[in-house]
C-alpha cells in the first residue's frame, strides 16, 4: 500500500471517530446540550503546578465539564489526546471545548490548505471528543487591515469547514479590543460577526472581557440574539492594580448582571456556560471557582 492511500485511509479513520467522538459527547450532555463549566486559565498556576491533583479537586467540587487553555506539541498539559481524555474520563470529566489561537502561520493561501499544526490541533480536539475548536485572540497586523481581516474571515469560515468533518464547530472568543477597536465605522466585532457563516463559526461571547472594551453583554446580545453558543460567565469590579479598568470577581459581587445575561443567552439557545475569573482579591483561585461554580448551581446551572 502507497503512503498516500495509508494516509487517505487514517484520514478518513480519524474523521470516523472524530464525528463519533463529539456526537457521544453532545449525548452525554442530554437533549439540551447544556452544560456548565470551567475555563482551565482561572487556575492556570495550580495547573502548572499539579494538573492532576488540581482536575481532581475539581472534581470533587462538582465539576463536570473543562476547557483547555494549554495545547502544546499535541499534548494537553502535557498529555497526549488519548492520555488526557482518559485523565478526564476516569474523574466523570470531559472536555466539550477548547482555546487555541489561530494565525495567519496556520493557513497557506497559496496552497489553499492549513498547516499541518492547525491539521493536528483540530484532529486532537476530535480525539478529545470536543464540540468546539475556539481560538481566543487575533493577531494585531490582522485586525488593524480592513481587508486583511475579512480575509482571515474567510480563514475561520474554511476552519468552520474543516471542524465540520470531524462533527464540531471552529469559534472565536472575544476580548475587550473587539468592541473598542475600529476599521471605517463597524468595530472589530461587528465584521467579525458579519463575515463569518455561523453555520461554521460559533461565537463565544466573554461578558466581562468586553466591560474594558466599553461594551456590555445584553446590548451585544440583543444586536445578534441567538448567535452566542457558548459564553464565559464572568463579573468584573474595579481594579486596583494592573493596566486594566475592570478586573474579574466572583460572579454576582460586581457589576455584570451575570444571572440577567446568563438566562437571556439560555432563553436565545447559549448552551455551554463556562466558568472563568482570572483575578482572585487576595483569595486563592480554587477557593473562587468553587464559590463561582455554588453560585451558579443556585442560579440553576448544572
Known amino acids: 500500500m502507497n503512503r498516500s492511500r495509508r494516509a487517505f485511509l487514517r484520514n478518513a479513520a ?13 449525548f452525554a450532555l442530554g437533549k439540551k446540550g447544556e452544560l456548565t463549566g470551567i475555563q482551565l486559565y482561572s487556575i492556570r498556576t495550580d495547573m502548572s503546578k499539579d494538573p492532576m491533583g488540581t482536575l481532581t479537586k475539581l472534581s470533587k467540587m462538582g465539576y463536570k465539564h473543562v476547557e483547555h487553555a494549554n495545547y502544546i506539541n499535541r499534548k494537553f498539559y502535557g498529555w497526549t489526546a488519548k492520555e488526557f481524555k482518559k485523565l478526564l474520563d476516569d474523574l466523570g470529566m470531559s472536555m466539550p471545548s477548547g482555546h487555541t489561537v489561530m494565525t495567519s502561520k496556520h493557513y497557506d493561501a497559496s496552497k489553499k490548505d492549513f498547516a499541518d499544526v492547525w491539521k493536528y490541533t483540530v484532529e ?3 480525539a478529545m471528543g470536543q464540540l468546539y475548536v475556539i481560538s481566543p485572540s487575533m493577531e494585531t497586523n490582522t485586525r488593524r487591515d480592513l481587508n486583511a481581516l475579512k480575509a482571515f474571515m474567510e480563514v475561520f469560515n ?9 462533527g464540531m464547530k471552529f469559534g472565536y472568543h472575544n476580548h475587550d ?26 461565537q463565544q461571547l466573554d461578558i466581562g472581557n468586553m466591560i474594558n472594551g466599553g461594551a456590555k453583554a445584553l446590548d451585544i446580545m ?15 469590579i474595579l481594579a486596583k492594580e494592573g493596566h486594566e479598568k475592570y478586573e474579574s470577581t466572583i460572579l454576582g459581587t460586581g ?21 472563568e475569573q482570572e483575578s482572585y482579591q487576595g483569595r ?19
Open 14 to 26: 480519524m474523521l470516523t471517530a472524530g464525528a463519533t467522538l463529539a456526537n457521544h459527547s453532545l
Open 255 to 275: 457589576i455584570v448582571p451575570v444571572k440577567e445575561v446568563i438566562d437571556l443567552g439560555r432563553k436565545w439557545g447559549t448552551k455551554h456556560f463556562i466558568i
Open 177 to 202: 479590543f473587539e468592541f473598542n477597536e475600529k476599521l471605517g465605522d463597524r468595530t472589530l466585532y461587528d465584521i467579525i460577526l458579519g463575515e463569518t457563516d455561523p453555520k461554521l463559526v460559533m
Open 284 to 302: 486563592t483561585p480554587l477557593d473562587c471557582v468553587e464559590e463561582d461554580l455554588t453560585i451558579m448551581k443556585k442560579w440553576g446551572y448544572k
Open 222 to 236: 440583543q444586536a445578534y440574539p441567538g448567535r452566542f453558543e457558548s459564553m464565559h460567565v464572568k463579573d468584573e
Open 158 to 166: 474554511k476552519s468552520g469547514e474543516l471542524c465540520q468533518k470531524y
Open 124 to 126: 486532537d480536539a476530535a
